[in-house]
């Protein structure tokens, strides 16, 4: 069911601007924009980019007249940070699925991590992984893979 402003208890949020949000691990980035709607009775709101519902970190919301500058914020740089675990291969690419295999890490050093990590520096192509938000054919690929389906994927700069 669509936000209906006039059955409200408060009065439309008309402002402008832009929120930081801290999104929690499992929700998806429209759960963010569909809660700002329905506690603050906001009209228009939307959100710059797309994390996946395992991810947590800073989700750019922008509401009212900024909602024109979506797709620039989207456009811009950013950087990433996150955890890993070594010498686990899961089935989806990230620590929500299958464990398939395990190996002994520890001889890996800080050292050999942050030279594997230079080749990853600058502009390059990746095919996004079953797992992620990216969209084929309007269905985003998260929601297929829990469909048990994969599909082709074009590798992206």
């Not at 989207?74 to 299958?98: H, I, N, R």
């Amino acid at each position: 069911m669509r936000h209906d402003p006039s059955k409200h208890r408060l009065p439309p949020f008309t402002k402008n601007g832009i929120l930081l949000i801290d999104k929690p691990k499992d929700w998806t980035s429209h759960d963010v924009v569909a809660f700002f709607r329905a506690r603050f009775n906001a009209v228009k709101v939307g959100h710059c980019g797309t994390l996946d519902p395992a991810a947590t970190g800073l989700l750019v919301i922008v509401f009212g007249k900024f909602t024109k500058f979506s797709q620039k914020f989207s456009g811009e740089d950013k950087v990433y940070e996150g955890t890993a675990l070594f010498g686990t291969v899961t089935d989806s690419q990230d620590m929500d699925g299958t464990v398939l295999r395990t190996a002994d890490a520890s001889f890996l050093t800080a050292d050999m991590i942050r030279n594997a990590f230079l080749k990853y520096r600058g502009t390059f192509l990746q095919t996004p992984p079953m797992v992620s938000a990216a969209k084929k054919n309007g269905e985003r690929l998260y929601a297929l893979a829990r469909k048990g389906l994969e599909v082709e994927r074009e590798p992206k700069e």
